[in-house]
């Protein structure tokens, strides 16, 4: 009988030991424009009416205090009821699990060994670290015109002025738009990407764990203590780079979730649809007209 393993906590801890995804960029600006802010903690709020008619404010409930001597601070808790509850009947003996068989993982360790995982590193770091770049480069441009419109202001009409704030804070929109656009490709990259690392990381502990006769695989981070026998890390780093070298990435100007609704690339739910439609009898074909 196939042991049990529990693939969102080798994903779970896949995620946490290894992640190329980005950190969202804070796009605010860097001195006096504050896009974030909502209108009403930029305006000030408008005076009230001269003649406004004043209401008086209702009078507050005013309770009695407690006796002097009631020792409110020293009362015990209520005692409170207790109804009676069935009694839980004792059961049938019923067969015994089966004897333990222990392994042990540490799957951040097989993520610093994988060759995909590596591969997912290099190609989306390089991305994330040109976005970044990117990023600095538009604020640079974004503080040069500002400091441009500051001393050109003397010179300028009023509106002459609110045409080149309207002009840079449209600019400032846009790129904020597209760089959030770009940082969720490469989150969602990255989520394609381990995706993959992790669908065929849970068959290959499996896969190892049974040819040992293991029937429970802890991570070895909970583990205090335990022989080498029982660490399968390094077997199944080997085993998953034999089966999985490499992953599928996709391209720097493609978005994944179009890629997706095309059905040009594998992702998990096209997976999952295959292998439910494997189970499928296949169709009958018809049978052809008779001449």
Known sequence: MMPYFCRKAVFGAALLSFSVALAPMAMAQNS????????????????????????????????????????????????????????????????????????????SGVMRQSSAAMQVERVLGSRRDALAQDLQKEQAGWRDEQQKLQAQAKTMTSDQIQTRERSLQARVMKAQRDFRNRNRIIQEAAQVSLGQIERELVQVIQKVAASHGMNLVLHS?????????????????????????GVFIPEANVDPEELAKSGKMPTTADADQQQAGSSEPAPVPAAAPKK
Not at 65 to 86: F, H, K
Not at 224 to 241: M, P, R, S, Y
């Open 221 to 245: 981070e909970q583990v205090a203590l335990h022989v080498d026998g029982q660490d399968i890390t390094n077997e199944v780093a080997k085993q998953l780079n034999g089966i999985l070298p």
């Open 32 to 107: 006096g424009g504050g896009w974030f802010v909502p209108k009403a903690a930029q305006q000030p709020a408008p005076p009230p009416a001269a003649h406004a008619p004043r209401r008086a404010a209702p009078a507050p409930v005013q309770l009695p205090a407690p006796p002097a001597d009631s020792g409110e601070a020293d009362q015990t808790p209520p005692v409170l009821p207790l109804p009676p509850i069935p009694a839980a009947p004792d059961l049938p003996k019923g067969v015994a699990p089966p004897t333990t068989i222990i392994g042990v993982i540490s799957v």
